[in-house]
């Protein structure tokens, strides 16, 4: 065992105290506009603030919501919500970005979903639009992998969870994320580069989170909702204001999808 899955284990055990379920099933990473979609999943049975479980650093960003949450879904599956992602331009460090993952899947998790707002940089795409993650480049310069964890990243995310997805909604398309450090926003210029290197998602979290998540073995799902156009290909400048505008309008449509996603997932 690493350091970092001892740390996880240790939090994974605190859960399973705090919330009195001792095993969950999914684990469920709320981005921007996402919030609202844990109420529609499955009865909450216990929420513990993060700020209580160890290895989560007490933070606040409007559109974040720093709780950590078991739910039961109808069918019984217990279900575990980190509302409390930390961001790689906060932590500066994988390894603590990656902690809540690894956390999951100490706590049993072995599907996990994925979930963001980020910039798009496809016309066809633009804000409200959800997009499936097919790939992602993992531009941080960092990974949560310690010594010689030599991960397959082939199928990183599941396409037997996307093809779920789809007989949900056939018209969500596909996109490859690029992870950018942050917490600057792009220039034009980083999005034609990232352009061609094949991306037409860009955020600032996911990927270094999907690599834990693939060491462990998870099956995940990686669901993006775009909430501006990436900068220099939209109207005007990019600001948080706009991102937040656009998760707030699209939270019930995406909520109601994702709550649907998850109990196909059964
Ligand atoms: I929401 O356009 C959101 N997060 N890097 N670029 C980056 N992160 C984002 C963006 C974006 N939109």
Not at 60 to 77: C, E, M, N
Not at 88 to 111: E, L, P, S
Request: charged share 15%; hydrophobic share 45%.
């Amino acid at each position: 065992m690493t350091l970092a899955t001892v740390a996880a284990t240790e939090a994974a055990q605190i859960i399973a105290d705090r919330t009195g379920v001792d095993h969950h099933d999914i684990a469920l990473v709320l981005g921007s506009g996402w919030g609202a979609a844990a109420a529609l999943i499955g009865e909450e049975v216990a929420s513990v603030p993060a700020g209580d479980i160890p290895g989560f650093e007490a933070h606040a960003i409007p559109g974040h919501h720093p709780t950590i949450q078991s739910l039961r879904t109808t069918d019984g599956r217990a279900v575990l919500v980190l509302g409390a992602r930390q961001h790689f331009y906060q932590v500066r460090d994988a390894v603590k970005v990656a902690h809540g993952v690894r956390m999951a899947a100490a706590a049993g998790c072995t599907q996990l979903v994925l979930t963001n707002g980020c910039g798009s940089t496809r016309p066809d795409v633009g804000p409200g639009s959800v997009v499936l993650l097919a790939d992602h480049l993992n531009y941080t310069g960092a990974t949560p992998l310690e010594g010689a964890s030599f991960v397959d990243m082939t199928n990183v995310y599941s396409p037997r969870l996307r093809d779920l997805a789809r007989s949900i909604d056939s018209s969500l398309p596909d996109g490859v994320y690029i992870q950018f450090s942050g917490p600057q926003y792009e220039t034009p210029a980083e999005v034609r580069m990232a352009m061609g290197w094949g991306a037409n998602l860009i955020g600032m979290s996911t990927a270094l989170e999907a690599i834990a998540a693939r060491e462990a073995g998870m099956e995940i799902l990686g669901l993006s909702l775009v909430t501006n156009m990436a900068a220099g290909l939209g109207a005007g400048d990019l600001s948080h204001a706009e991102v937040l505008e656009v998760g707030g309008d699209a939270g019930p449509r995406i909520s109601k999808l994702l709550a649907e996603i998850v109990k196909a997932m059964a």
